[in-house]
C-alpha cells in the first residue's frame, strides 16, 4: 500500500493550473495503489492555498519565509523533507519550469528514481507504468518503476476537473527543514511577461516555427496572419533564435493560448510547444515532414511547402 | 571565472528515429547524433561571459562515438580547455548515471559555475543539471536564459509559463540549466573546428565512482500510436488553400 | 494613406521592429543621404585580405555596371561596392557581402581586374570566421557539414534516385569493380525531386549509350564549390579531402558530373589540392554521343537555352549543351538576347542557391525571375538548362513571374530522354 | 651683321636644356634669367621631387645649372630682362637691363622663348576654397615646399593631419575664370604628393576629388594605380563646390557623382591643385618679341603638329611651359627641339652670306 504525494506548484498567483491535473492523476493512481494523496504545498504562507487543494485525502502545509517567491533551492528542500518524512510510494510534479529544477533535486536527495515527460501514469500490479513523450515527442516510452518513484507530469496530459472536485481534506503541517534558513539562492526580482502584445487574448493566432527557416521569411507568415486578423506568435526555436520577440512565443516556457483558431506553420510540435496550444478550438498544422507530432494534436494538415501555401493562401483569403 | 558547460550528443530529430529489435530503445545503426541544442546555448553562454569579462570555459563531455568533434567544436567556438570523461562505455548514459560519472571529473577540474542544457531530448529520467547539482552538492537553478556575473555568485534568469520571469542570484559554485544564451549559438567555421582538431588538445578524464541510481525499466519505445490526429489536405498549395478558405468559412473564421 | 511628417523621418542602416530586420525594405525606400564623414578604414580593412587586394583597384569606370546581374534588380556591381566600402561601409557586416553570386559577368569586362570571384569569398570567409552568416546559408552549411549535402538529407539516402531509373546504376561501394565512366552525380541530382528526374533520365540515357558507369552512393558527398564561394574554406577542404580519399578507392578511366559547380571544382580547386581527374561536365560527354542515340521521336519544342555560369564563363563551355540540343530530333532553337560569355546568371552561384529568402530582401526580382522573363521574350515555350540548380530555381520564377502554362522549364538530358520513348 | 648667338630668354628647366642643347653642337648661347639664379619654377616654388621618375628636384636641376655654368659657350646673365627688341632672323638686337640697370645690347640669330608658367593663384578669381582665409587650405606648391623639409603638417597646428584631400582643377578647365584649358600635370602631382603624405603620415586618409583624372601615358600606371591600390588613396568622382569651416576642421562640400549624393567631409588639411599659367614674363616678352600668343597667353606655336617650337616670328622659338601647361619630360624634348630649330636658322643664314 502506497502513498501519493502531489508537488503543489504555486505562486503569488495561488495554485498552478497543473496541480489540479496531478491532482486528479494522483487521485487515480492512490485507488489503483490502495493508498492516499497527499498534497504538499510550500510556501511563505499556506492557508489561502490549502482550501483549493480538497481532492487530495491530507494536505501538507510547510511554510518558510524562503519559500515564497519560488526559489528552486529551497522547494528541493522542502520535496525532500516532505518525501524523506511521508515516504509516499509516487511523487507527482508538474514538468514545468519548477517541476524541472525540484523533482529531480528530490530525487536525487532521496535517492528514488525518476521519469519525466510523463503523459501517462498507471498502476500494474505494485508498480507503476509510465507513458513518456520523448525525442521530442517521436516516441513514447514506457516504463515500469517497482519501488517509488518520481514522476514528472506533462502539463495538459491529464484533466485538471478531476483535481479540482473534492471534499474536505485533513491538513497536517510539516517542519520546514532547517537548511532553509542557509540557502545559496536568493530572489531578487520577477517580471511580468513584457508588454504590448498579448497572444494569450487573441482568438486567431498564427504561429512559426523553425521550418519558416529565418527572419526574412517572417514576410510570408504575416501576410497571413494580417488577412485573417491574427496575431503573430512563435514556437521556442523561434523566440531563441531572436527572429521573434519573447512575448509571442507559445508552449511551456512561454503563453498558453487557447484561441478560436491556431495556424502552425512550420512547427514540429515538440512536447513544450504542444502544450501550450493543443487547447485551440481549431488547430492547422503546415509542415512538410507528415510524421510531425504537430499533426497529433492539429485538426487539419497540410504537408504543402509553407513557401507555397502561405502565399496561396494569403491571397485566396485577401480576396473573399 | 572557471566556466565548465556540459554537452552531451543526442539523436538528430529530423532523421527518423527506429525502435531497436528488443523494442526498448534506439535502433543506433542509423541515429545521427547532433550536439543537444540547449548544450549549445549553455556553451554560447559561456563564451558570452568569457566575451564580457573574461573567464577560463572547460567543456566536459562523457566518452562516446563522435563526441571529439562537438569538444573541438566546442573549443573552436571559444572554450579554453575540453575534457572527456571515459565512464568505461562508449553507450550512452542516462542523465542520472552521468551525473554520476561526471561529478568527480568536475570537481577535480574546479569550476566556479557549471553550465549545461536545460534538458536534452532523451533525459527520460529527469534532467543532467539537478543531478549534477545534488551530486556535487551545489546550489541550481534551471530553465535559465541570462546568466551574469554579480561578485561570487551569478544572476539568473528564470523563466516560467506565460512569460514570466525571476531573476535569482546564485552563490557560486552553482550549476545553471540553461533554456536559451541571450543569443543563438554562433556558426562554428569549420576551418577553426579543423585548427582546433589539429591542435589534437583534449583532455581525459576517468569517471568518479558509484553508478547512482538507474532510472526504471524502459519496458517498451515506440512510436506515437497513429490513428488520432490531424485531417490531412491533400492537392497542390492551391487546392489545399482553396480547402482551408473554405474550412475557415464554414467556422465562421473569415475575417471581417 | 497619411502624410509623413519629415520630422519624424528618420535614417537607419539596420532597423529592427519587434525582431524583425526590416533593412531590406528600409533601404528600398530612402536611400542614405548626405555624405557625411566617413570611415575610409573599411577599404585599408577588406583590402588587407588576402584574396580581396583587387577591390582597391576599382577606378569607378563603370563597365560591370552593365554587366552585373544583380545590378539590373538592385543597386549593386563591382564599382558600386567599391564606392560603399570607400564611403565607410564594412562589407563583412552589410548584405551586400552576401548578393553575389559570383558569375563572373563583371571580371569578364574588367578593365583592372577587379575579381569579385577571388575577393567575395575571401571576405565571406572571414565573415563566416567571424560567425556573421545569414541564417539560411548558415543552415546550407551546417547541413552540409552534419549530412554532406546542403538539402540536409541523410547520406544513406543519396542513391534512392536510383530505384525508380528504370535503368541501372551502378553503385561502386555495394557492387566493387573498375568502370569507364564514374559519374559524380551531386547533390540537387541526389536529392532534389526535379534533379532526381534528371538523374534517372541520364542513366537511361547511359543504358541507350551502352556505357559502362557506376556512381559512388552513400559514399559519395557535396563538391562544396558554393559552399567554398559562399565563404566556407573549411568545409571545402574537408569534404573535398573526404571526397579525394572516397575516389582513391575506386577504378575508373573518366569522370562525369551532372553540376557546373562540381566540375568546376574538380576541374580547378581540385587539382590545388593534388587531385587531378579527367573530368567532364555531363553534356561535354554527351555531346559527341549524340549520334549513336536511337531517337524515337521529334520533339516539337521552341526551345531557349541557358548557359550556366560555372559551365560557360568560368570554364569556357558553350558549344557542348548547344549541340546537344541541336540535334535532339524537331527542337526548333532560339538564342536569348544575353547568352554565352554575356549569359545572365539563375541567382543559385556563389552561395546564391541557399540565401533566395535573404537576397529577395535587397532585389526587386529575383535573377531567375528576371532571366525567366527574356526567355518568355524570345517565343520559346520552354526553358533548356543544364546545371542542377536551374531546374528548381527558373519553375519557381516561372510560377511567381504569372508564366505557368507560357513555360516550362527543362534539363537537357530530360529531352534527350524524352526523345528516347 | 648675322650673328650665330641664340639668345635664350629664361633659365628654368627648357631655357637650361635649350642653352646646352645648342651649345653642344657648338653655338653660343647667351641666356636671360630675371631672378639671381637659374633653375626657374621648380627651383622657385622648392619642388620636393620631378614626377614620374622621382628624383629629388634639387639634385636634376643642379645637374641642369652645372652643365650650362661649365659650358664656354654660354653666357649666363642673371637678374637680367629684356628691355626692347628689333632685327629679323639672323640678326636680331636684344637690349637687356642687367641687376644695376645697366642696359647692353645682345646680338643673336635666333631666339628661344622659355618663359615658362606661374602657378594659378587661387585666391585671385574666388574664394570658394578660402585660400586665404583658411590656414588648412594650401596648394600643391605649398605642400611641395612641405615634402621638401621632409614633412607634411596642418599648417594652423604644426601637428600630422588625419583627413587629407586634393581638390583638382583649381583653376583649369574653368570658363569663369578664363583658364578653359587642362592644366595636365596637376592630377599627376597630386597623385603623387597623395602617396607622399600616406608615406610621411600612414594614419591620414587622404582623398582626391577630381572631375576626371587625367593621367597621361606612364603616370596612369606608375602613380595613379599604385596611389590607389598600394597607398590606398581615396579617388573620388566629383568636385568640390566650396570649403567652409565647421569647429576647427575644413568641411568640403561637392556631390559623389558616382553614387548621386551630396557629400559634406571633414577635412584637417586642403590640398588645392592648382593649374598652370602663361608666367607675366612670358606675357611681357611675347609682346616685346612680337609672337602670337593664343587666348589665354600663352605663346602659340605656328607650325602645328609636326612643328611645335616655331613662333608667328621667323627665328623666335619656344620651349617648355611658355607655350602652354607641359610635364617636364615634354618640356626638355621641347627644348631639344628648340634649340636644334635655333641653331639650324643661324646656320642656314651663315651659309647664304
Known amino acids: 500500500m502506497g502513498n501519493v504525494l502531489v508537488y503543489v506548484e504555486n505562486s503569488e498567483t495561488g495554485v498552478a493550473p497543473i496541480a489540479f491535473e496531478l491532482l486528479g492523476a494522483a487521485r487515480r493512481l492512490a485507488a489503483g495503489l490502495g493508498g492516499e494523496v497527499e498534497a504538499l504545498v510550500a510556501a511563505g504562507a499556506t492557508a489561502e492555498l490549502a482550501p483549493a487543494l480538497g481532492a487530495a485525502d491530507v494536505i501538507l502545509r510547510m511554510e518558510h519565509p524562503a519559500l515564497s517567491p519560488y526559489l528552486p533551492e529551497a522547494h528541493v528542500a522542502a520535496?525532500?523533507?516532505?518525501?524523506?518524512?511521508?515516504?509516499?510510494?509516487?511523487?507527482?510534479?508538474?514538468?514545468?519550469?519548477?517541476?524541472?529544477?525540484?523533482?529531480?533535486?528530490?530525487?536525487?536527495?532521496?535517492?528514488?528514481?525518476?521519469?519525466?515527460?510523463?503523459?501517462?501514469?498507471?498502476?500494474?500490479?505494485?508498480?507503476?507504468?509510465?507513458?513518456?513523450?520523448?525525442?521530442?515527442?517521436?516516441?513514447?516510452?514506457?516504463?515500469?518503476?517497482?519501488?517509488?518513484?518520481?514522476?514528472?507530469?506533462?502539463?495538459?496530459?491529464?484533466?485538471?476537473?478531476?483535481?479540482?472536485?473534492?471534499?474536505?481534506?485533513?491538513?497536517?503541517?510539516?517542519?520546514?527543514?532547517?537548511?532553509?534558513?542557509?540557502?545559496?539562492?536568493?530572489?531578487?526580482?520577477?517580471?511580468?511577461?513584457?508588454?504590448?502584445?498579448?497572444?494569450?487574448?487573441?482568438?486567431?493566432l498564427v504561429s512559426v516555427g523553425r521550418g519558416i527557416g529565418g527572419p526574412e521569411n517572417l514576410e510570408l507568415a504575416q501576410e497571413l496572419a494580417a488577412a485573417l486578423g491574427a496575431e503573430l506568435g512563435a514556437s521556442r526555436p523561434v523566440v531563441d533564435s531572436g527572429w521573434l520577440p519573447k512575448a509571442r512565443q507559445v508552449g511551456k516556457s512561454g503563453m498558453t493560448v487557447k484561441p478560436k483558431l491556431y495556424v502552425a506553420v512550420g512547427i514540429s510540435g515538440a512536447p513544450e510547444h504542444l502544450e501550450g496550444m493543443r487547447e485551440a478550438e481549431l488547430i492547422l498544422a503546415v509542415n512538410s515532414d507528415a510524421n510531425a507530432p504537430i499533426f497529433e494534436v492539429a485538426h487539419f494538415g497540410s504537408t504543402c511547402d509553407l513557401f507555397d501555401l502561405l502565399p496561396a493562401l494569403t491571397e485566396r483569403l485577401q480576396a473573399s | 571565472m572557471h566556466i565548465a558547460v556540459v554537452v552531451k550528443q543526442v539523436p538528430d530529430l529530423v532523421e527518423e528515429l527506429e525502435v531497436d529489435a528488443a523494442g526498448t530503445g534506439l535502433d543506433r545503426a542509423w541515429v545521427k547524433m547532433k550536439l543537444n541544442e540547449f548544450d549549445d546555448h549553455a556553451l554560447e553562454q559561456a563564451v558570452l561571459l568569457k566575451e564580457a569579462g573574461g573567464a577560463q570555459v572547460s567543456v566536459v563531455a562523457l566518452d562516446g562515438e563522435g563526441i571529439d568533434q562537438v569538444l573541438y567544436a566546442a573549443v573552436a567556438r571559444g572554450a579554453d580547455r575540453a575534457l572527456k570523461v571515459d565512464a568505461g562505455t562508449q553507450e550512452p548514459l542516462d542523465s542520472r548515471r552521468a551525473a554520476t560519472a561526471l561529478a568527480g571529473a568536475i570537481r577535480d577540474l574546479g569550476p566556479d559555475l557549471v553550465l549545461t542544457g536545460v534538458q536534452a531530448a532523451d533525459d527520460l529520467f529527469g534532467q543532467m543539471a539537478p543531478f549534477l547539482a545534488a551530486e556535487l552538492g551545489w546550489p541550481h537553478v534551471s530553465v535559465v536564459s541570462q546568466v551574469e556575473v554579480a561578485g561570487a555568485a551569478v544572476r539568473v534568469q528564470q523563466e516560467y509559463a506565460g512569460g514570466r520571469m525571476a531573476t535569482l542570484e546564485v552563490d557560486l559554485p552553482a550549476v545553471i540549466g540553461v533554456q536559451a544564451a541571450p543569443q543563438p549559438p554562433r556558426y562554428v567555421p569549420v576551418s577553426r573546428l579543423r585548427q582546433a582538431m589539429a591542435s589534437g588538445a583534449l583532455e581525459t578524464a576517468t569517471a568518479g565512482a558509484g553508478a547512482g541510481t538507474g532510472g526504471a525499466a524502459v519496458t517498451q519505445l515506440a512510436k506515437p500510436e497513429a490513428g488520432r490526429g490531424a485531417e490531412m489536405l491533400t492537392g497542390s498549395p492551391d487546392q489545399v488553400a482553396e480547402k482551408i478558405e473554405a474550412l475557415l468559412r464554414e467556422r465562421g473564421l473569415l475575417r471581417g | 494613406m497619411s502624410k509623413v511628417e519629415p520630422g519624424r523621418v528618420r535614417e537607419d542602416e539596420h532597423l529592427?521592429?519587434?525582431?524583425?530586420?526590416?533593412?531590406?525594405?528600409?533601404?528600398?525606400?530612402?536611400?542614405?543621404?548626405?555624405?557625411?564623414?566617413?570611415?575610409?578604414?573599411?577599404?585599408?580593412?577588406?583590402?588587407?585580405?588576402?584574396?580581396?587586394?583587387?577591390?582597391?583597384?576599382?577606378?569607378?569606370?563603370?563597365?560591370?555596371?552593365?554587366?552585373?546581374?544583380?545590378?539590373?534588380?538592385?543597386?549593386?556591381?563591382?564599382?558600386?561596392?567599391?564606392?560603399?566600402?570607400?564611403?565607410?561601409?564594412?562589407?563583412?557586416?552589410?548584405?551586400?557581402?552576401?548578393?553575389?553570386?559570383?558569375?563572373?559577368?563583371?571580371?569578364?569586362?574588367?578593365?583592372?581586374?577587379?575579381?569579385?570571384?577571388?575577393?567575395?569569398?575571401?571576405?565571406?570567409?572571414?565573415?563566416?570566421?567571424?560567425?556573421?552568416?545569414?541564417?539560411?546559408?548558415?543552415?546550407?552549411?551546417?547541413?552540409?557539414?552534419?549530412?554532406?549535402?546542403?538539402?540536409?538529407?541523410?547520406?544513406?539516402?543519396?542513391?534512392?534516385?536510383?530505384?525508380?531509373?528504370?535503368?541501372?546504376?551502378?553503385?561502386?561501394?555495394?557492387?566493387?569493380?573498375?568502370?569507364?565512366?564514374?559519374?559524380?552525380?551531386?547533390?540537387?541530382?541526389?536529392?532534389?525531386?526535379?534533379?532526381?528526374?534528371a538523374a534517372r533520365a541520364?542513366?537511361?540515357?547511359?543504358?541507350?549509350?551502352?556505357?559502362?558507369?557506376?556512381?559512388?552512393?552513400?559514399?559519395?558527398?557535396?563538391?562544396?564549390?558554393?559552399?567554398?564561394?559562399?565563404?566556407?574554406?573549411?568545409?571545402?577542404?574537408?569534404?573535398?579531402?573526404?571526397?579525394?580519399?572516397?575516389?582513391?578507392?575506386?577504378?575508373?578511366?573518366?569522370?562525369?558530373?551532372?553540376?557546373?559547380?562540381?566540375?568546376?571544382?574538380?576541374?580547378?580547386?581540385?587539382?590545388?589540392?593534388?587531385?587531378?581527374?579527367?573530368?567532364?561536365?555531363?553534356?561535354?560527354?554527351?555531346?559527341?554521343?549524340?549520334?549513336?542515340?536511337?531517337?524515337?521521336?521529334?520533339?516539337?519544342?521552341?526551345?531557349?537555352?541557358?548557359?550556366?555560369?560555372?559551365?560557360?564563363?568560368?570554364?569556357?563551355?558553350?558549344?557542348?549543351?548547344?549541340?546537344?540540343?541541336?540535334?535532339?530530333?524537331?527542337?526548333?532553337?532560339?538564342?536569348?538576347?544575353?547568352?554565352?560569355?554575356?549569359?545572365?546568371?539563375?541567382?543559385?552561384?556563389?552561395?546564391?542557391?541557399?540565401?533566395?529568402?535573404?537576397?529577395?530582401?535587397?532585389?526587386?526580382?529575383?535573377?531567375?525571375?528576371?532571366?525567366?522573363?527574356?526567355?518568355?521574350?524570345?517565343?520559346?515555350?520552354?526553358?533548356?538548362?543544364?546545371?542542377?540548380?536551374?531546374?528548381?530555381?527558373?519553375?519557381?520564377?516561372?510560377?511567381?513571374?504569372?508564366?505557368?502554362?507560357?513555360?516550362?522549364?527543362?534539363?537537357?538530358?530530360e529531352l534527350v530522354d524524352e526523345a528516347l520513348r | 651683321m648675322p650673328s650665330d648667338r641664340i639668345l635664350v630668354i629664361g633659365g628654368g628647366p627648357a631655357g637650361l636644356e635649350a642653352a646646352r642643347a645648342a651649345a653642344e653642337i657648338g653655338t653660343p648661347v647667351t641666356i636671360l634669367e630675371e631672378r639671381d639664379r637659374l633653375g626657374g619654377a621648380p627651383d622657385s616654388a622648392s619642388y620636393s621631387t620631378v614626377t614620374l621618375d622621382d628624383r629629388p628636384a634639387g639634385e636634376i636641376l643642379e645637374q641642369a645649372r652645372r652643365a650650362v655654368e661649365s659650358h664656354d659657350l654660354i653666357e649666363t646673365r642673371l637678374q637680367t630682362r629684356l628691355t626692347a627688341f628689333a632685327g629679323e632672323v639672323g640678326d636680331f638686337r636684344a637690349t637687356v637691363a642687367g641687376p644695376d640697370g645697366?642696359?647692353?645690347?645682345?646680338?643673336?640669330?635666333?631666339?628661344?622663348?622659355?618663359?615658362?608658367?606661374?602657378?594659378?593663384?587661387?585666391?585671385?578669381?574666388?574664394?570658394?576654397?578660402?585660400?586665404?582665409?583658411?590656414?588648412?587650405?594650401?596648394?600643391?606648391?605649398?605642400?611641395?615646399?612641405?615634402?621638401?623639409?621632409?614633412?607634411?603638417?596642418?599648417?594652423?597646428?604644426?601637428?600630422?593631419?588625419?583627413?587629407?584631400?586634393?581638390?583638382?582643377?583649381?583653376?583649369?578647365?574653368?570658363?569663369?575664370?578664363?583658364?578653359?584649358?587642362?592644366?595636365k600635370v596637376c592630377c599627376g602631382i597630386s597623385s603623387k604628393q597623395a602617396i607622399e603624405v600616406r608615406e610621411l603620415v600612414p594614419d591620414c586618409r587622404v582623398f582626391i576629388f577630381y572631375i576626371d583624372m587625367r593621367m597621361y601615358g606612364f603616370w596612369e600606371n606608375k602613380i595613379y594605380w599604385v596611389a590607389q591600390e598600394q597607398h590606398k588613396v581615396n579617388y573620388v568622382r566629383g568636385i568640390v563646390t566650396e570649403i567652409i569651416k565647421k569647429g576647427d576642421q575644413l568641411v568640403v562640400k561637392g556631390e559623389d557623382t558616382t553614387m548621386g549624393r551630396p557629400m559634406e567631409v571633414p577635412m584637417d588639411v586642403v590640398v588645392l591643385a592648382v593649374g598652370m599659367e602663361p608666367s607675366p614674363g612670358t606675357r611681357a616678352v611675347a609682346s616685346l618679341l612680337g609672337v602670337a600668343q593664343e587666348k589665354h597667353g600663352f605663346i602659340e606655336p605656328a607650325g602645328g603638329a609636326f612643328d611645335t617650337v616655331s613662333t608667328s616670328v621667323p627665328g623666335i622659338f619656344v620651349a617648355g611651359a611658355a607655350a602652354g601647361p607641359k610635364d617636364l619630360d615634354d618640356t626638355i624634348s621641347m627644348a631639344g627641339a628648340a634649340a636644334m630649330k635655333a641653331v639650324a636658322a643661324v646656320r642656314r643664314l651663315a651659309l647664304t652670306h
Open chain 1, 79 to 204: 520535496l525532500t523533507e516532505a518525501i524523506r518524512s511521508r515516504d509516499p510510494q509516487v511523487v507527482l510534479v508538474g514538468n514545468t519550469s519548477a517541476g524541472i529544477d525540484v523533482a529531480a533535486g528530490a530525487a536525487a536527495a532521496t535517492q528514488r528514481p525518476l521519469v519525466a515527460y510523463c503523459t501517462g501514469l498507471a498502476v500494474d500490479g505494485e508498480a507503476v507504468v509510465a507513458h513518456s513523450q520523448v525525442y521530442g515527442g517521436k516516441l513514447v516510452a514506457t516504463t515500469r518503476t517497482e519501488g517509488p518513484g518520481v514522476f514528472t507530469v506533462v502539463a495538459g496530459a491529464f484533466p485538471g476537473a478531476e483535481g479540482q472536485s473534492g471534499g474536505k481534506a485533513a491538513e497536517a503541517t510539516l517542519a520546514a527543514p532547517a537548511t532553509l534558513g542557509s540557502l545559496h539562492t536568493r530572489f531578487i526580482a520577477a517580471t511580468a511577461p513584457s508588454g504590448g502584445i498579448d497572444i494569450g487574448r487573441a482568438d486567431r
Open chain 3, 16 to 197: 529592427i521592429v519587434e525582431g524583425m530586420d526590416i533593412s531590406g525594405h528600409w533601404n528600398r525606400m530612402f536611400e542614405q543621404r548626405v555624405l557625411w564623414s566617413h570611415d575610409t578604414g573599411p577599404l585599408e580593412k577588406l583590402t588587407a585580405i588576402t584574396g580581396a587586394e583587387s577591390l582597391a583597384y576599382c577606378y569607378q569606370c563603370g563597365k560591370c555596371t552593365s554587366a552585373c546581374p544583380v545590378d539590373s534588380v538592385g543597386s549593386y556591381s563591382p564599382r558600386k561596392i567599391f564606392r560603399k566600402v570607400q564611403t565607410g561601409t564594412d562589407l563583412l557586416t552589410n548584405p551586400d557581402l552576401w548578393l553575389c553570386t559570383t558569375c563572373a559577368n563583371c571580371l569578364r569586362v574588367c578593365p583592372k581586374e577587379v575579381n569579385m570571384i577571388s575577393i567575395m569569398p575571401a571576405l565571406r570567409e572571414v565573415a563566416v570566421t567571424e560567425a556573421n552568416v545569414p541564417p539560411e546559408l548558415q543552415k546550407a552549411f551546417e547541413n552540409t557539414f552534419q549530412h554532406g549535402n546542403p538539402l540536409g538529407e541523410p547520406a544513406r539516402k543519396r542513391a534512392d534516385w536510383v530505384a525508380e531509373a528504370g535503368a541501372p546504376a551502378t553503385i561502386l561501394p555495394r557492387e566493387r569493380r573498375p568502370v569507364d565512366v564514374l559519374f559524380y552525380v551531386e547533390c540537387y541530382w541526389s536529392y532534389h525531386p526535379r534533379g532526381r528526374d
Open chain 3, 202 to 413: 541520364f542513366a537511361r540515357v547511359m543504358e541507350k549509350l551502352g556505357v559502362d558507369w557506376g556512381i559512388l552512393g552513400p559514399e559519395e558527398k557535396c563538391s562544396c564549390d558554393s559552399q567554398r564561394l559562399a565563404g566556407e574554406r573549411g568545409l571545402f577542404e574537408m569534404l573535398a579531402e573526404q571526397n579525394i580519399r572516397t575516389l582513391a578507392k575506386y577504378e575508373f578511366s573518366r569522370m562525369v558530373t551532372s553540376d557546373p559547380h562540381a566540375y568546376n571544382a574538380l576541374r580547378n580547386e581540385y587539382p590545388k589540392l593534388g587531385a587531378e581527374y579527367p573530368i567532364q561536365h555531363y553534356t561535354q560527354f554527351l555531346a559527341p554521343l549524340m549520334g549513336q542515340l536511337p531517337w524515337k521521336r521529334r520533339l516539337d519544342y521552341k526551345v531557349t537555352f541557358h548557359d550556366p555560369c560555372y559551365l560557360g564563363r568560368h570554364n569556357g563551355e558553350y558549344d557542348a549543351p548547344r549541340e546537344m540540343i541541336r540535334q535532339i530530333p524537331g527542337l526548333q532553337f532560339t538564342e536569348m538576347f544575353r547568352c554565352k560569355a554575356n549569359g545572365y546568371c539563375c541567382g543559385g552561384g556563389g552561395g546564391g542557391m541557399w540565401l533566395d529568402s535573404f537576397t529577395g530582401n535587397h532585389v526587386t526580382e529575383r535573377l531567375s525571375e528576371r532571366r525567366v522573363r527574356e526567355a518568355v521574350e524570345t517565343g520559346a515555350e520552354m526553358l533548356v538548362v543544364c546545371c542542377p540548380y536551374e531546374v528548381s530555381r527558373f519553375e519557381d520564377a516561372v510560377k511567381s513571374t504569372g508564366n505557368e502554362g507560357r513555360l516550362l522549364v527543362r534539363d537537357v538530358i
Open chain 4, 102 to 183: 645697366a642696359t647692353a645690347t645682345v646680338e643673336c640669330g635666333s631666339v628661344i622663348v622659355a618663359t615658362g608658367f606661374q602657378h594659378f593663384d587661387p585666391g585671385r578669381e574666388t574664394q570658394a576654397y578660402g585660400y586665404y582665409e583658411y590656414e588648412d587650405v594650401i596648394t600643391l606648391v605649398d605642400a611641395e615646399r612641405m615634402f621638401s623639409q621632409g614633412k607634411f603638417v596642418r599648417p594652423s597646428t604644426g601637428e600630422p593631419p588625419r583627413q587629407v584631400c586634393f581638390i583638382q582643377c583649381v583653376g583649369s578647365r574653368d570658363r569663369r575664370i578664363g583658364n578653359e584649358y587642362c592644366s
